[in-house]
Structures are given as structure tokens and as C-alpha cells.
């Protein structure tokens, strides 16, 4: 199993710019996450999915969207590009439930490390 | 303050050594419970989900406490490869398996 892919893993984008951060899980997760993380912030949450057809903002939403047309997909959309984008940017995904009342962990997938200029 | 809150780091000790990683968080809706590791510059890894009844996992060991909102991660025999970041992580199951990190603590494991 490939796991949780993200493609591309680097990218160098101008501002103003628009692109795709894509993410594939081959395990029939439910459950999707996009996470930002930059120096000193720890990983921070942009949007998140609880099944196909179901999104939700997270804790930094602002200049992304995305959408869930599939199980196994989830892309997220730079709208227009800004400096403060610039981030090592991860997708993860996790089944539900989970043993024991505990929940299943996420899968993260290598990361995309974007650079806006 | 934040929702997860870690021990601040850097922790360096010597291989052999037995470290212990504290953790706290504020929302009671926090229903699961892990300790991830990330290596620099690569994604968090699972290291051990946390039970309500603590578990151990090698050399490994988490316990949590509900009522103080505690979690912790001993790690016994430290190796020079446990040196990594080790993220306190909690997963609200009813509100869309969102995760909430902690800052992370770096340890770094010296010959």
C-alpha cells in the first residue's frame, strides 16, 4: 500500500499565483486533514473531511479551499498565492473508531514544502 | 493559552538515559489520545496511541489522566535514534477526528 501521497514535494510559486496541493490515501480513510506547520507554530489544521461530499474549516482556513469528490482524494487549492503561505504544508488521514475507545491515529503523508516569492 | 501545552525543549541527554515528556491539554471534548515523532524536516510518524489505563510499548510508556487532563510519554534506555521531536497530540472523535498538536519537545540522545 502507497499510503497517504502528496504530490508535489516542493514547489516555488509567485505571488499571486494559484495551484493544487494534491493528496491520495489508498486505505478507505474516512477521515482527511490538511496541516500547515512553520518554525515555532507546530502543526496547525486548514481544512479537514469527514467522508466524501464533507469538508470543514479548521483553525487557518483563510486563502485555501478544497473539496472531496471521492474517498480517496483530497485536494487543497491555493486561491492566490502570499508570502505568508510559505509553509511545509502535510495531508493525513485516519479510519474511524478505533479499539479500546481510543481512535484510530492519522497516516501523514511526506509533506509538500512550498515556497511563495 | 494553548489548547495542547509540552514540556519546552530541548531535552539533551546521555544514550542509557530515562526521559519523561509531560503534556496538558483544556478541552474536555478531547476524546483519543497519541504521541507522535517527527524527525526533521520529515511527517509525524505514530509513535503510541494512549490508554485510559496506560500501555507500554517496549521501551515505551504513556499514561494519561482524564481528571487532571495529563498525558505523558516515558521513554527508558534512551537510544542515539530517539533523538526526534515528540509532538503530545489529541483527537476530538465526535468533531470530525480533528487533531489538536502541541508544540512538540526535541530531545536529542548523546553518545
Known amino acids: 500500500n502507497a499510503g497517504v501521497t502528496q504530490t508535489p514535494k516542493f514547489q516555488v510559486l509567485k505571488t499571486g499565483q494559484s495551484m493544487t496541493l494534491q493528496c491520495a490515501q489508498d486505505?478507505?480513510?474516512?477521515?482527511m486533514s490538511w496541516y500547515r506547520q512553520d518554525p515555532g507554530m507546530g502543526l496547525r489544521l486548514i481544512h479537514y473531511s469527514v467522508g466524501a461530499g464533507i469538508t470543514d474549516q479548521g483553525e487557518v482556513p483563510n486563502g485555501y479551499n478544497v473539496s472531496r469528490s471521492t474517498t480517496e482524494d483530497f485536494p487543497l487549492r491555493l486561491l492566490s498565492a502570499a508570502p505568508s503561505q510559505t509553509s511545509v504544508y502535510f495531508c493525513a488521514s485516519s479510519g474511524t473508531g478505533g479499539g479500546q475507545g481510543v481512535g484510530y491515529g492519522y497516516t501523514f503523508g511526506s509533506g509538500t514544502r512550498l515556497t511563495v516569492v | 493559552r494553548k489548547e495542547v501545552e509540552q514540556d519546552p525543549g530541548p531535552f539533551n541527554v546521555p544514550e542509557g538515559a530515562t526521559v519523561a515528556f509531560n503534556c496538558t491539554y483544556s478541552n474536555s471534548a478531547s476524546q483519543s489520545f497519541f504521541w507522535y515523532r517527527q524527525d526533521c524536516r520529515k511527517e509525524p510518524k505514530l509513535l503510541m496511541s494512549v490508554y485510559s489505563s496506560g500501555n507500554e510499548d517496549g521501551r515505551f510508556t504513556a499514561q494519561l489522566n482524564r481528571a487532571s487532563q495529563y498525558i505523558s510519554l516515558l521513554i527508558r534506555d534512551s537510544k542515539l535514534s530517539d533523538s526526534a521531536t515528540y509532538l503530545c497530540v489529541v483527537k476530538r472523535n465526535n468533531q470530525g477526528g480533528k487533531l489538536i498538536f502541541g508544540q512538540g519537545t526535541e530531545l536529542s540522545v548523546k553518545p
Open positions: 486505505m478507505n480513510h474516512e477521515y
